[in-house]
């Protein structure tokens, strides 16, 4: 863009070679700039511009006053937030899920990549493709509603399963302990398929002459696999590896709401139920921009690190 | 050996998974009564469309479905153009400032001013209740933008693209010509998933727009399952609101067959698409 | 290439504009202030009394949240007839309920509200907030002028002024009213299958052991006679509903329900009694764990989702139905209601029920209103008897009509639709009551919903001796911003505290021998503090 170019103009005079050479680079992809400045324009106009609307967190929020003549209150909705009652099982159930749902739920896709890749039946491939990201349509009321069915303590299929085996019915939902891997589990099937989307096209872009090479070199397909594909889409893995951890503390909401009682809900209240639940009483913008806040600062931070444990650990990284 | 384990594991998860989609489909088509009392496993019971009807016999279906369909396809289109915007430059290794752009693209997926602000421009930029309102705020997304950095870092070899240089081509060129045409796989994922947020969303509308016949499939769909849920303000109520409510049990199956129907065929179709010219892609290479 | 640079340069101005303005708009905001309420009563040609409201022609603009999405409001009967009847034209902009919240909120955020919200659903918090910063214009003078029906309802009926008067001493807004003769719309003790009782030929329960007596007796006699186990005795959705059924019986919720946490010290007449801190309430969690112990409720009961209680009531099989009118919801007339019970120290009393106040901000004046004046009257018409029947019934001979004496049905064309339109669809196309989101009062004359049901009037009949009387019940209490500021902390996890330990009590997962415990940990959570709170607002309360 015209302003980036004039900011490296102006500023050094061009005396040593590697400045030409800088500034001679930038010169020449200047086409690169113009490609990229209506999305950056897009940016700065869709969400820099409302940005300001930060400070909300830090005020308190009149409608008469608008944004900027409300008054300033620092750090007092922060403050009540930390001082709940509930405010170290709330960071904690967050925490606790977010990083479960990346131990089991971040392997899977790429398993099942792997798994589609190898398989050369054409149509079964489409076949089990096809259902398997079928889920990710459904809306969360009716997942919880069917896990909520299969794991009735009545008749639910796994009750009665257990029974078959001679055990005791379980009543999974009222059960602290079940929460998380309900909803990790309930989560890993919804999304698997979909997110197996990304890997496949990344595995799609291996060259197949590296195959070939290995199995005239007499490799079985375990060890091409490890050795050819995985490292073939370590990018893409690290690249998504990083943007998941980014976002640990935004977990899906409604999901939650749906399966939380009274019963499970030292596991299952998160902080955003939380604000839900203190909102009813009271429409109040402020606080809830304060925790969404916390929560942001929180995984930009989280992302800025793993980010650069990345790079130095061998090359992929957002930046 | 190898084959039978891949073969029996992607079976299981097959059945794992569609089993619950059999179900929908099945309750979509069920007695009400039979789903809440958990008593559908396989097949419908109390055969019924009613669910189905209840949904077509809203007006502004039809509407609706056009509604979405545009603005799945102008939107999709934008988006597409504005990810592979930024993601070649950005996959570029001389391009001076990537780090920089990458970083005040990222800063924008977790921090934002909120719902006030962002109404505010919206507002003030005239595009309420417009058909603008649905494209442009959403025109690109940086996850996406990162994912087909990624793959062009990844797939596009450079020399190719150093290749070119030489040949005379220009940046605009290069990317045309040699780089998009071996990005199908990525191009094809892009698509989808955008064409799934679009096809999906709701939110923008419910916010931004007033006048009914604007509204998407999805906000028109909602209607109908929102009347169903009891509102705690509220305590005089008629008998057939109430068995509304029970209704409602049947038409959430029935709605969700209906809203995704086109978005689930959609990837086949891209896929055959894509195939064919990776092939191409993979000959010339 | 050239048209990229273009569109680059252009796209930062808009940028630089767009943020120019949207700082411009929001300073613009603070003319919040009282300029356009000037009640210099009079002007703008108002009648005092009578129709039309005003002689010449008006246009006042409106934001309403409705049930039925695909309602055209410009276009129905019912606004139309009372725009030729009062010479005022509403701009309506409609809303269904879904995002009534958001989008109203937003509308306030934007600065471009209307003149008036009707059926917008603010809660109390919020009229308080709106009210203080001048969004919403006081009402009390103008509904001593102009609202000669809604003033007679609040002299007859104290604790309605009461209610809607925020901490300030002002109103800011009109509620939905619930007739208290209407008793029917209060309360319902829960409903038992009679069938069920003759076939194990056991009386309806007076006390608390004849109550669980008869729970074990649907559990284990097979009273559907078809030799499986599969009766649920109490089929409840969550444990709310029982306990508000028992807490009468252990003199527990004495003020009602409408501030559910609190009621009046017996021991201390007008002092505040956290309810679930008392050691009535130990008791009538000792009573209902014991319950939950001998398996007379079930397992699931904090977890079970409704429909699957609804769907058992649909196959017959509960015995005590904790919802309302099993005639409404199932077809099902098998049903009556159980008596209240006596309790342990010889408390016989029936106490979850609300004040007669439903939604308190229907309808409000923004500081954007033209004539409020006009507009209160346009209101108060729908308090009157006339306007309670015009709004619920419609047009006589049209859409209702009157019999000898003096009861009123719909037509058949409403009531018994050839086209298969539900009573909510046939009367949707003329009137907007269907949904119950709106302002006004709810008389059983005139109402002709579940809750007018023959089998619902007779359950709360036959209760009524034992229900607290309308002027016993307190209502929603109101608080100031910084008294809303701590209950929406403190408050919020005392509640949860609450809410969560009173089912792991029942359930068995705590143990009442605890119970010290428990106190103690409510303590520390700032029970004193939110006692306090309530109490100021029981004051204020009283003295208005």
């Known amino acids: 863009m015209a302003m980036l170019q004039q900011e490296h103009v102006g500023r050094k005079p061009l005396k040593s070679t590697a400045r030409i050479s800088r500034f001679s680079k930038i010169l020449r992809n200047w086409q690169l700039y113009v490609m990229i400045s209506p999305v950056l324009a897009y940016y700065i106009l869709f969400h820099y511009v409302p940005m300001y609307g930060i400070q909300i967190a830090f005020k308190d929020f009149r409608i008469n006053k608008g944004i900027w003549d409300s008054p300033w209150v620092g750090l007092k909705h922060f403050d009540r937030f930390f001082h709940s009652f509930f405010f170290e099982r709330l960071i904690f159930n967050t925490i606790e899920l977010g990083l479960y749902l990346i131990v089991i739920g971040f392997p899977i896709p790429i398993l099942l990549a792997l798994l589609l890749n190898e398989a050369k039946a054409e149509r079964f491939k489409k076949f089990v493709q096809t259902i398997t990201y079928a889920p990710h349509f459904l809306s969360t009321v009716v997942v919880v509603g069917m896990m909520m069915i299969f794991l009735n303590p009545r008749y639910g299929l796994v009750n009665q399963f257990i029974g078959a085996l001679g055990g005791d019915t379980v009543n999974f939902m009222a059960n602290p302990s079940w929460f998380k891997t309900l909803y990790v589990l309930s989560d890993v099937w919804q999304t698997m398929g979909w997110s197996s989307i990304i890997y496949l096209a990344a595995l799609g872009g291996i060259d197949t002459q590296l195959h070939e090479a290995a199995r005239v070199d007499g490799a079985s397909r375990i060890r091409r696999i490890w050795h050819i594909n995985l490292p073939g889409i370590r990018p893409t893995i690290v690249i998504l590896l990083i943007l998941n951890l980014g976002s640990v503390m935004a977990i899906g909401f409604e999901k939650v709401l749906l399966m939380q009682n009274n019963l499970n809900l030292a596991s299952s209240d998160i902080i955003d139920t939380y604000v839900y639940r203190s909102g009813i009483l009271d429409a109040n913008y402020s606080f809830s921009a304060a925790i969404g806040l916390f929560s942001a600062v929180i995984n930009f931070l989280l992302l800025v690190l793993v980010n650069a444990v990345a790079r130095r650990a061998g090359g992929t990284s957002l930046w | 050996m190898f084959n039978i384990v891949v073969y029996s594991l992607l079976s299981l998860v097959a059945l794992c998974v569609l089993y619950p989609l059999v179900y929908v489909v099945s309750a979509s088509f069920s007695d009400p009564q039979y789903i809440m009392g958990g008593e559908i496993w396989l097949w419908p019971k109390g055969m019924t469309v009613d669910s189905y009807a209840s949904i077509f016999k809203n007006d502004a279906i039809v509407r609706g479905f056009l509604n979405t369909l545009l603005y799945t396809a102008a939107g999709t289109g934008l988006n597409l153009v504005m990810t592979i915007l930024a993601a070649y430059p950005l996959s570029r290794s001389d391009f001076a400032g990537r780090n920089l752009f990458m970083g005040v693209m990222v800063f924008t997926m977790f921090f934002g001013g909120g719902l006030i602000p962002t109404y505010l421009l919206i507002k003030n930029l005239h595009l309420l209740n417009t058909f603008w309102v649905m494209i442009l705020p959403g025109a690109v997304s940086v996850w996406n933008i990162i994912i087909m950095r990624t793959y062009f870092q990844q797939s596009i070899p450079a020399e190719m693209q150093e290749a070119a240089v030489i040949d005379g081509c220009s940046n605009f060129q290069t990317l045309i010509r040699i780089v998009l045409p071996l990005s199908m796989p990525i191009i094809a994922v892009t698509v989808l998933y955008y064409a799934v947020g679009h096809w999906n969303a709701f939110f923008n509308a419910l916010l931004y727009l007033s006048d009914r016949k604007q509204f998407p499939l999805q906000l028109i769909l909602r209607e109908i399952l929102i009347q169903g849920q009891t509102d705690e303000m509220v305590r005089a109520s008629t008998e057939s609101a109430i068995k509304q409510q029970r209704a409602v049990e049947g038409i959430k199956y029935a709605v969700l067959v209906v809203a995704n129907i086109p978005m689930f065929l959609l990837y086949p179709f891209l896929q055959r698409y894509c195939v064919k010219v990776i092939m191409v892609g993979a000959i010339k290479g | ?544």
């Not at chain 3, 408390?347 to 209103?369: N, S, W």
């Open chain 3, 1 to 544: 290439m050239i048209i990229g640079k273009r569109q680059a340069k252009g796209a930062l101005a808009l940028a630089l504009t767009a943020a120019m303005l949207a700082a411009c708009s929001n300073n613009g905001n603070g003319g919040g202030s009282a300029e356009a309420g000037g009640s210099k009563g009079e002007d703008a040609g108002i009648e005092a009394s009578g129709f039309p409201i005003v002689k010449d022609k008006i246009e006042v603009s409106g934001f309403a949240g409705k049930f039925f999405a695909n309602v055209d409001w410009s276009h129905l009967k019912l606004w139309q007839e009372y725009e030729k009847k009062t010479n005022i034209h509403m701009n309506w902009e409609t809303v269904q309920k879904d995002g009534l919240k958001e989008k109203r909120n937003l509308l306030l955020a934007g600065g471009n509200y209307p003149e008036v919200f009707y059926a917008s659903s603010f809660s109390r918090s919020e009229v308080v907030k709106y009210g203080e910063q001048g969004v919403f214009l006081p009402l009390n003078d103008l509904i001593d002028k102009y609202a000669p029906n809604f003033k007679a309802i609040m002299d007859k009926y104290p604790s309605i002024k009461q209610g809607i008067t925020m901490p300030d001493g002002n109103i800011y807004s009109l509620p939905v009213i619930y007739d208290p003769d209407f008793r029917s719309v209060f309360f319902n003790t829960p409903w038992v299958r009679t069938e069920w009782l003759q076939k194990l030929g056991i009386q309806e329960p007076q006390d608390l052991d004849q109550f669980k007596a008869m729970l074990k007796a649907f559990k284990t006699g097979d009273p559907n006679g078809n030799g499986k186990p599969d009766e649920i005795a109490w089929g409840g959705t969550g444990t709310a509903g029982l306990m508000g059924y028992l807490k009468g019986s252990f003199g527990l919720n004495n003020r009602g329900a409408a501030n559910p946490y609190v009621d009046e010290d017996p021991a201390n007449k007008g002092k505040i009694r956290f309810v679930a801190a008392a050691p009535e309430y130990k008791k009538l969690l000792e009573y209902v764990h014991g319950l939950y112990a001998d398996g007379l409720i079930e397992k699931d009961i904090a977890s079970v989702k409704a429909e699957e209680i609804d769907a058992k009531g649909t196959a017959g099989l509960l015995g005590v139905v904790d919802n309302v009118d099993p005639v409404a919801i199932y077809n099902d007339n098998g049903y009556v209601g159980l008596p209240v019970l006596k309790g342990p120290d010889g408390e016989r009393m029936y106490t979850y029920l609300g004040a007669p106040l439903g939604g308190i901000a229907q309808f409000v004046l923004t500081d954007k209103a033209k004539n409020p004046e006009a507009m209160i009257r346009w209101m108060d018409y729908f308090y009157g008897d006339e306007g309670i029947k015009n709004f619920f019934m419609g047009w006589k001979d049209d859409t209702y009509k009157e019999n000898a004496d003096g009861s009123v049905e719909y037509v058949d064309d409403m009531a018994k639709n050839k086209d298969g339109l539900s009573l909510d669809q046939a009367v949707s196309r003329y009137l907007i009551w269907p949904g119950g989101l709106y302002p006004g009062y709810v008389k059983e004359k005139y109402f002709k919903g579940a809750e007018a049901l023959p089998t619902s009037v007779a359950n709360s009949k036959k209760a009524d001796p034992y229900v607290l009387k309308p002027d016993a019940v307190w209502p929603g209490f109101s608080f100031t911003a910084e008294e809303q500021e701590v209950l929406s902390t403190v408050g919020t996890d005392i509640q949860t505290y609450v809410d969560e330990m009173r089912d792991k009590f029942i359930v068995g997962d705590a143990k009442l021998g605890d119970w010290d415990s428990y106190v103690s940990t409510l303590d520390g959570m700032g029970l004193k503090q939110y006692i306090e709170i309530y109490q100021a607002a029981l004051d204020r309360n009283n003295k208005n």
